[in-house]
């Protein structure tokens, strides 16, 4: 069950729901109207969405001759998900939303996915594709697309890889070719295409990423088309489902590769200026970058709620004379606070930047700068807890947690795609050193430090201290001594924003049940994971010639 009060807390105490409730164009996020929103999604998750979620895993997409199959009883529960209005909640009301706030939206979708991961994603993916038509697309796009995108009726992709353009976008070959009545020949292979073709939505819209005749080469060539895969008349599109991919984990989320205009007939329309992909797509990037992150906190907290009830119902071993569950044994404690401590962290850091992209989003430059500067760091740090907690999950389960049955090895396979796609890990840090810290001449950087500078903790201060000088050192050093220490450094720097966030948790509580349990796990935070990132600073100040000390043929030696 979704932790409805945790998510209320963090909602009003980091995002700053109050705040944003006084505003004209939040006026709408009434506390009864959040704690409906919350209570209702919970229910729903819980009863529909959930008992979906082992199917999801054993049995998975199916490739057919007429597309992709989901398992039993995922199109009724998508269906119950649109009837019920969820996918409305962070839409503007002018294109068919509830208008309520993104961190609101979070909320939600975190509540979608701790109950089933690999589900969520499609509406997920459809929220960042309803960013980039909002923002980019043209008052026709928008009155057509956005309304059956906002309820889910229509569900949306993101087309950017290709096989031989991974990371490096900028070696996509797809093509546009105009028809001359204002739309294009789409052409080309996309893969790793997320919910790239299902049975449970009248029509995807796919975001295409391809290139014009005559464009220049790499990113400043790129432009962004909207292909849908049935066209308004009712007539298919030349969108063809090649195969999808057989993964580690993430089962209940089909990964396509499709083919666009394999017989010349595919047809699409440009999303904003030619040439002008990129910017478009980065709209919906830092959008989902942010959701992926979400999708840290919500295996950790899947993870960390199964691993609650199994220690607790687990009887093995003896303490005070007794038999005991195992969650009365020191090292099992350990773990435990340890899951909770981390996905707390990781859910202050989301919501954080969540709150940040709707003040940006009512033109405050401060967030706008502040949310350019965490949104690696969320999607960086909660994907990488989420893969420690469901790591730890597997722990506590003990040899039972390495059989399949139980489910906590479901968590840990299918968190660890979360680390790579959006934008690996390391490219999330290499932004961090790359372009991140020297946003203003360094201004941006030296707020958030100004800010975490406010900490109590002894410890937590020397760890801000020590991003500081790092930061301030990495500001100044070249491109390889940046990238060689940019990973550590996005590790330090996103704990001190999580522990200074958490002291902010801590600070804000009652002295009733709720409070006594947010106190003792962020005091577990301070004192044993804060000092943890403080232990990185050597690695971050150590140079990029020790990465190189052996040869690329001695690596293999």
């Known amino acids: 069950m979704a932790?409805?009060?945790?998510?209320r807390f963090v909602l009003d105490t980091i995002a700053g729901l109050p705040e944003l409730a006084n505003t004209e164009r939040f006026a709408a996020a009434t506390p009864?109207?959040?704690?409906?929103v919350l209570e209702g999604v919970a229910q729903?998750?819980?009863?529909?969405?959930?008992?979906?979620?082992?199917?999801?895993?054993?049995?998975?997409?199916?490739?057919?001759?007429?597309?992709?199959?989901m398992p039993e009883g995922y199109a009724q529960a998508y269906r119950a998900f649109v009837e019920n209005g969820w996918g409305t909640i962070g839409v503007p009301e002018a294109h068919g939303g509830q208008g309520l706030p993104f961190a609101v939206q979070c909320a939600v979708l975190e509540t979608l996915g701790t109950a089933n991961m690999g589900f969520a994603l499609c509406p997920i993916l459809t929220v960042g594709a309803i960013e980039a038509l909002a923002h980019h697309g043209t008052p026709e796009q928008q009155a057509i697309y956005l309304p059956k995108l906002a309820t889910g009726e229509w569900t949306g992709t993101m087309n950017l890889t290709e096989p031989q353009a991974g990371s490096d976008v900028g070696a996509l070959r797809a093509t546009a070719t105009p028809r001359g009545d204002g739309t294009f020949l789409v052409k080309g292979t996309k893969i790793f295409i997320s919910f790239g073709d299902h049975d449970m939505a009248e029509n995807i819209v796919h975001l295409v990423l391809a290139r014009t005749p005559d464009a220049p080469v790499g990113t400043r060539g790129i432009s962004l088309f909207l292909v849908p895969k049935v066209r308004l008349d009712g007539a298919p599109n030349d969108v063809r489902v090649v195969s999808i991919e057989h993964k580690m984990g993430l089962h209940a989320s089909p990964t396509c590769v499709l083919a666009f205009g394999e017989d010349d007939d595919c047809v699409g329309e440009l999303i904003g200026a030619e040439f002008g992909g990129m910017r478009a797509m980065f709209t919906m990037m830092n959008n989902a970058r942010l959701n992926v992150g979400l999708q840290g906190v919500q295996v950790a907290e899947a993870a960390t709620q199964k691993a609650v009830a199994f220690?607790?119902?687990r009887v093995q071993g003896v303490r005070a004379g007794s038999p005991a569950a195992i969650v009365e044994h020191p090292d099992v404690r350990r773990m435990l606070m340890r899951m909770k401590a981390q996905t707390q962290g990781a859910r202050a850091l989301i919501y954080y930047a969540a709150g940040q992209v709707d003040r940006a989003g009512m033109g405050d430059a401060a967030a706008k700068a502040r949310l350019e500067l965490v949104t690696p760091l969320a999607k960086a740090h909660a994907t990488d807890l989420g893969n420690e907690v469901a790591s730890l999950g597997v722990q506590v389960h003990g040899g039972m947690g390495f059989i399949e049955e139980t489910g906590a090895a479901q968590f840990f396979r299918d968190a660890r795609i979360t680390p790579i796609y959006e934008g690996t890990n390391g490219i999330q840090a290499a932004d961090l050193v790359g372009r991140k810290l020297t946003l203003e001449n360094g201004a941006v950087f030296g707020a958030l430090i100004a800010d975490l500078r406010g900490a109590a903790h002894p410890r937590l201060g020397e760890l801000v201290e020590a991003c500081e000088a790092v930061g301030r050192r990495l500001q100044a050093a070249d491109a390889d001594d940046r990238l060689a220490a940019s990973y550590p450094f996005l590790t330090m720097l996103s704990v001190a924003t999580c522990g200074w966030l958490l002291e902010r948790e801590a600070a804000a509580v009652e002295d009733d049940a709720f409070g006594r349990?947010?106190?003792?796990?962020?005091?577990?935070?301070?004192?044993?994971?804060?000092?943890?990132?403080l232990g990185l600073?050597?690695?971050a100040e150590a140079p990029a010639s020790q990465l190189y000390a052996l040869e690329a043929e001695a690596l293999a030696s």
């Open 3 to 7: 932790p409805v009060a945790e998510q």
């Open 32 to 36: 009864d109207v959040i704690e409906a």
């Open 44 to 69: 729903f998750a819980d009863g529909e969405w959930a008992p979906l979620a082992r199917a999801g895993d054993t049995v998975g997409a199916k490739w057919t001759a007429e597309g992709v199959v």
């Open 311 to 313: 220690a607790r119902e």
């Open 517 to 533: 349990h947010k106190r003792a796990v962020v005091a577990f935070y301070l004192d044993q994971i804060v000092p943890e990132a």
């Open 537 to 539: 600073r050597a690695a």
